[in-house]
């Protein structure tokens, strides 16, 4: 196994879980919830009173927040290594897991380990190990 060192930014994914972390313990502590995005976007299908404005705020901000980065940083060109076909099957496997899973990465891998919850280790188990299968499949026995 190589790494490939062009694409390697550790400092870059240490400020990001920095950051991330950040947000998920202010989140939990001033509003009391956990910060999965599958939660937030699930709860706007089936909206309880009053619900409804903080979960389009939160997601406003996310489509927002590379809007904003462009303009402040410029322009990034984003790099995907598959066709539309495999993006769009991937996307449709992600939603599929995380409403088994009862969550997602950021629900159960950030907060709920944070936590301490068993249901959040054993689930990100589980999709840290279907991904690492998937890419090895992928990259190793398909290619």
Same mark, same amino acid.
């Given at each position: 196994?190589?790494?490939?060192?062009?694409?390697?930014?550790?400092?870059?994914?240490?400020?990001?879980?920095?950051?991330?972390?950040?947000?998920?313990?202010?989140?939990?502590?001033?509003?009391?919830?956990?910060?999965?995005?599958?939660?937030? @976007? !699930?709860?706007?299908?089936?909206?309880? /009173? #009053?619900?409804? *404005?903080?979960?389009?705020?939160?997601? $406003?901000?996310? %489509?927002?927040?590379?809007?904003?980065?462009?303009?402040?940083?410029?322009?990034?060109?984003?790099?995907?290594?598959?066709?539309?076909?495999?993006?769009?099957?991937?996307?449709?496997? @992600? !939603?599929?897991?995380?409403?088994?899973? /009862? #969550?997602?990465? *950021?629900?159960?891998?950030?907060?709920? $380990?944070?936590? %301490?919850?068993?249901?959040?280790?054993?689930?990100?188990?589980?999709?840290?190990?279907?991904?690492?299968?998937?890419?090895?499949?992928?990259?190793?026995?398909?290619?």
């Amino acid at each position: 196994m190589t790494i490939d060192w062009n694409h390697f930014t550790p400092w870059a994914s240490l400020a990001g879980g920095i950051l991330l972390g950040l947000a998920s313990a202010i989140f939990i502590l001033v509003n009391g919830r956990i910060l999965g995005i599958s939660g937030i @976007v !699930g709860g706007l299908f089936s909206p309880k /009173s #009053g619900d409804v *404005s903080w979960r389009l705020t939160f997601l $406003l901000g996310l %489509l927002a927040a590379p809007i904003i980065y462009a303009l402040a940083a410029g322009p990034i060109a984003p790099r995907i290594d598959a066709g539309w076909v495999t993006v769009v099957i991937a996307g449709l496997l @992600v !939603g599929v897991g995380t409403r088994l899973g /009862s #969550g997602c990465t *950021s629900g159960h891998g950030v907060c709920g $380990l944070s936590r %301490l919850s068993p249901r959040s280790l054993a689930a990100t188990l589980a999709f840290m190990g279907a991904g690492f299968v998937t890419v090895f499949v992928m990259r190793h026995v398909l290619a």
